[in-house]
Every structure is written in C-alpha cells, then in structure tokens.
Nanobody, 114 residues
Framework: QVQLVESGGGLVQPGGSLRLSCAAS????????MAWYRQAPGKQRELVAT???????GYTDSVKGRFTISRDNAKNTVYLQMNNLKPEDTAVYYC????????WGQGTQVTVSS
C-alpha cells in the first residue's frame, strides 16, 4: 500500500526559502499526477501545487511565481521549492496524489515568522 513521507519543513523568516521532499513507496509512482497540499491552523486543507506524470505543473494563485513543484521518478520523490516565503504560508504541508488517496502522511510543518 501507499506510503508518503514528507520532510524538509522548519522555521524560516519571511522572504526565506525551504525545499520540501516527499518520498513515496508502495506504488508505481511515475504514473500518477502528484500534488502538494497544506493545512493552516483552523483552516481546511488546500491544494497548493500539482505535477502531472508528464511534468506539467500547476499552482494556486497565492504561490505562483514563488513555489516550484518537481519530481524525480527514479527516486519516487516529489519536491516543493518554496521561495520568498510569507507568514501566510505557515501550515502543515502534505503530498498526495492529485486525486488524493484516503491515506495521508504525517506532513511537515512550515512556519514563517520573524
């Protein structure tokens, strides 16, 4: 069965950068469109970025021009490069399939604060 392990979060000042990683196992990773989601305290989980199995990327408006999603099928890993971080980016970040499995990993906490 699918397993997703997110990493790379942390505390960063506004304007800083982080690179998140998500290692997948138990699936044929390369055939799936993957995505990053985030959930801020008291808010619903939202879709942040997507990447198809053909490397076409899409982003929610609030992160366009700042975040970049990528994937390495040889490593069964999807990445999220986050630049020019803002306090409103503070959330737990999760990866999943674009059409999410019911399984979710533990996520990785990103805190943007001075």
């Amino acid at each position: 069965q699918v397993q997703l392990v997110e990493s790379g979060g942390g505390l960063v000042q506004p304007g800083g950068s982080l690179r998140l990683s998500c290692a997948a196992s138990g699936i044929i990773f390369s055939i799936y469109a993957m995505a990053w989601y985030r959930q801020a305290p008291g808010k619903q989980r939202e879709l942040v970025a997507t990447i198809t199995n053909g490397d076409n990327a899409g982003y929610t408006d609030s992160v366009k021009g700042r975040f970049t999603i990528s994937r390495d099928n040889a490593k069964n890993t999807v990445y999220l490069q986050m630049n020019n971080l803002k306090p409103e980016d503070t959330a737990v970040y999760y990866c999943n399939r674009y059409t999410p499995w019911t399984y979710w990993g533990q996520g990785t906490q990103v805190t943007v604060s001075s």
